[in-house]
């Protein structure tokens, strides 16, 4: 997610300073995503660079400066909500980085690869489970009504919970590919009888024909 929108987001709900600014986003999207106070100011003092935020006021008796959004700062967030996620430019993940190398790489056990990172993910999987089930449950029993979004209340658990989905799926979704990686390296294996050799390596226990003088 932009930082940078996120806390824009944020101030069009009213003026805020750094540090509740910090606080409000990890509780709107519940911890997820910690920042720092220190990426905080210095993604506000960019906004104000670029004439999206500005100073509501001078500072008061603890030191803290309350922001707001400009005029321009609400264009473009307008603009956001309104604009599709691009997916063209996906991040750069780094589990799948690690297998396209692990798979190239000589001595590397790819399948241990693949199976420590299924139980890690399938681990972190139950996690969100019990949060989600958590987070349900308090709702209910508090009358929230997270479905309903019902009040601010029901809103913030609605929020989390949401973010608590995203996460459970894509986790089921890397379970799957995780399935489906260990597929493909079993039908490559299948279609290489030999394994996956490189010049000058030999599996264990077998001597190369050409060492004995003869040619397969």
């Known amino acids: 997610m932009s930082v940078r929108l996120g806390l824009m987001a944020l101030l069009a709900e009213g003026d805020s300073y750094g540090a509740r600014l910090r606080s409000d986003f990890e509780e709107r999207t519940g911890g997820t995503w910690p920042l720092n106070v220190g990426q905080v100011y210095t993604t506000i003092e960019r906004l104000v660079r670029d004439g999206l935020v500005e100073q509501a006021g001078e500072a008061d008796a603890e030191g803290r400066i309350s922001y707001r959004l400009t005029a321009a700062g609400r264009a473009e967030l307008d ?41 890690a993910t399938l681990r972190h999987l139950r996690d969100l489970t019990r949060l989600k089930r958590d987070a349900l449950d308090r709702a209910e ?76």
């Open 141 to 216: 029993g508090s009358g929230e009504g997270v479905r309903e979004g019902a009040g601010d209340g029901g809103e913030q658990g609605l929020a989390w919970l949401l973010v608590l989905e995203h996460l459970v799926f894509a986790a089921e979704a890397e379970v799957r590919w995780l399935d489906h990686v260990e597929s493909a390296l079993a039908r490559h294996a299948r279609r290489t009888p030999a394994g996956p050799r490189r010049a000058g390596h030999d599996t264990a226990g077998e001597v190369p024909a050409h060492r004995e003088g003869t040619h397969a």
């Open 79 to 119: 603009a956001w909500w309104t604009t599709p996620v691009d997916r063209t430019s996906t991040p750069r993940d780094e589990l799948t980085i690690k297998l396209a190398l692990a798979v190239t790489a000589p001595g590397v056990d790819v399948a241990a690869v693949v199976q420590g990172q299924r139980t």
